[in-house]
């Protein structure tokens, strides 16, 4: 079964660091790029970070440029998000999302974990 | 960044209706990498079409996609109890950049 499962959400106080880690299974994890996207409480989807298969391309949201970071050990196939200088805005349903693959871009996703909340509160 | 707007913001139709869900982008999509997914309460999204048109595996064909350029439609031809949700378009053509309109909620009338 094709499957990713993420953990690491706790609460957290402002300018507090989180590591998030996603497990996959089911598939050959280093033939695809993955994503991290989030959800606040009661609002839509915002996509936050891609890696390409091999870890040698790193994408971000602006809101999220240069605090948080992507990685992936392939080896474990395990996606990870290294979460620094947090803010109350961060408070949110963080899933990780395996990219469709196969037509030259990034996106869409079609394999969703069930996500990790993090809580950003003093 | 391209905007994606999605309309209207709720849906309220009756079981075996026709849903109609309009998502336009602030400019045009390159090559109609526009995507859609349903989301239920308490679970994550679910991809339901791809290149616009495409479904995703397992997507029953009363889900469909049409549109290309600013303007897509996501139609289901007639609603089942399981279809009332929360569906978002999200556009993949300006790659890395990947940006989700704000989502439409299907409820029961």
């Known amino acids: 079964e094709v499957q990713l499962v993420e953990s690491g959400g706790v609460v957290v106080q402002p300018g507090g660091s989180l590591r998030l880690s996603c497990a996959a299974s089911?598939?050959?994890?280093?033939?695809?790029?993955m994503h991290w996207v989030r959800q606040a409480p009661g609002k839509g989807l915002e996509w936050v970070s891609l890696i390409s298969w091999d870890g040698g391309s790193t994408y971000y949201a602006d809101s999220v440029k240069g605090r948080f970071t992507i990685s992936r050990d392939n080896s474990k196939n395990s996606l990870y998000l290294q979460m620094n200088s947090l803010r109350a805005e961060d408070t949110a349903l963080y899933y990780c999302?395996?990219?469709?693959?196969?037509?030259?871009?990034?996106?869409?996703?079609?394999?969703w974990g069930q996500g990790t909340m993090v809580t950003v509160s003093s | 960044e391209i905007v994606l707007t999605q309309s209207p913001g709720t849906l309220s139709l009756s079981p075996g209706e026709r849903a109609t869900l309009s998502c336009r982008a602030s400019?045009?999509?390159?090559?109609?990498?526009l995507a859609w997914y349903q989301q239920k309460p308490g679970q994550a999204p679910r991809l339901l079409i791809y290149g616009a048109s495409s479904r995703a595996t397992g997507i029953p064909d009363r889900f469909s996609g049409s549109g290309s350029g600013t303007d897509f439609t996501l139609t289901i031809s007639r609603l089942e109890p399981e279809d009332f949700a929360v569906y978002y378009c999200q556009q993949y053509g300006s790659s890395p950049r990947l940006t989700f309109g704000g989502g439409t909620k299907v409820e029961i009338k």
């Open positions: 999302a395996k990219d469709i693959g196969g037509s030259g871009i990034f996106g869409p996703f079609d394999i």
């Open positions: 089911g598939f050959t994890f280093d033939d695809y790029a």
């Open positions: 400019q045009s999509v390159s090559s109609s990498y």
